[in-house]
């Protein structure tokens, strides 16, 4: 088998005083943190779409990726040499897991049995590669969104018979996840939400999607797909209100339509930001809800308002996703997916393992300096006294649900005024929290 990156050999851990930049200085796989291996505890996975279909091409110009490997065309022969590739940097990388849409791995072709068709013929490369390597498939999905059938969306479309062709091509995205292998199963809602609601019926819109996931969840259990189905919040980008908002958004839609014990959530740093949140406050309101399932980890840039999926290198951004996966005890069986893509100017596939080495180095980081700030509990004792009025007393009446509003006018008419407010510390815990970095 022809090797496509020469020169490259599996990227091991160094150490942080080494200057080797095709070394990890932080993820030592093999190191325990709160009482799991990193391996174990990240299970950190490649995503193919950026990194083995992205050209570096962007509204003003065309691609710049050099990719010897890949002969630019969108034939069969290409796409199984590009799964020998792929399979190479990812074990070679030591990622565990890899990601994919199924038009990322094979060719559309002409009619839906063509796809299959060209589906079916890669998955086999995939599962001999999966075989031959043991990097495992964390999660799989479909590509409901590139197509120009696709453009008033796919289970929200005004036309009944995208619907149907959506359905069938999550049925084989399921089918074929569940023959690799695959722990869980994502919707993005791709063109799920709308440009306009002057010709949007947006009721029937959710309901439609509702419909759909069922459908899909339904099929999974025929089948005996055990994995977990994740929805991943979105704000907007393609269209300029996706339906798949933000945790909050996604978590209303999945209770209100009985979908809740099937489906999680899929976290990702440049949706939760472009929805004006940060990542840690998504992480962690779907995580005390019982619904953080994955995440995809990647960032955006503080001047520009789209999703550029850059790769996550900031620690202060790390620590905070880890604190909360950390109180989760992980994420099993999702992971840290890296929906992140080289810079058009970073062009070269060297630059794939420069990209993901950071990234990976990055969370290594953020979870030991997490662990640091959990094992000395530096702020579990803060929040813990700053409720501590409701450990007892009249607060922990109001927790139990045991006094009414006229309980509490006699407490108030009887007390006169509240126990003085005590200081909320921000900037000592903020300064706290860089003793940890
Ligand atoms: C796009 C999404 C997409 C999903 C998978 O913004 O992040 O890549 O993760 O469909
Ligand atoms: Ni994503
Ligand atoms: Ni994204």
Redesign the pocket.
Known sequence: MAEHFPGISRIEYEGPKSRNPLAFKHYNPDELVEGKTLRDLLRYSV?Y?HTFRGTGSDPFGSGTMLRPWDDGTESLDNAVRRVDAAFEFISKLGAPYYCF?DRDVAPEGATLRESNHNLDVVVQALKAAQERTGVKLLWG?A?LFSHPRYMHGAATSCNADVFAYAAAQVKKAIEVTYELGGENY?F?G?REGYMNLYNTNMQRELDHLARFMHMASNHARTIGFKGQFLF?P?PK?PTKHQYDFDAAACLNFLRAYGLLDRVKL?I?TN?ATLAGHTMMHELEYSRMQGVLGSI?ANTGDLLLGW?T?QFPTDIYLTTQCMLVILKQGGLAPGGINF?AKVRRESFEPVDLFYAHIGGMDAFARGAKIAAAIRRDKVLEEVIQKRYASYDDGIGRKIELGSVHFTDLEAYMLEKGNPEPNSSGRQELLENIINDYL
Do not use: I, L, P, S
Request: charged share 45%; glycine share 6%.
């Open positions: 995503c779409w849409h999905t590509n994502v993005w791709g991943e979105k980008e899929n990702e949706h995809d999703d999926d929906d």
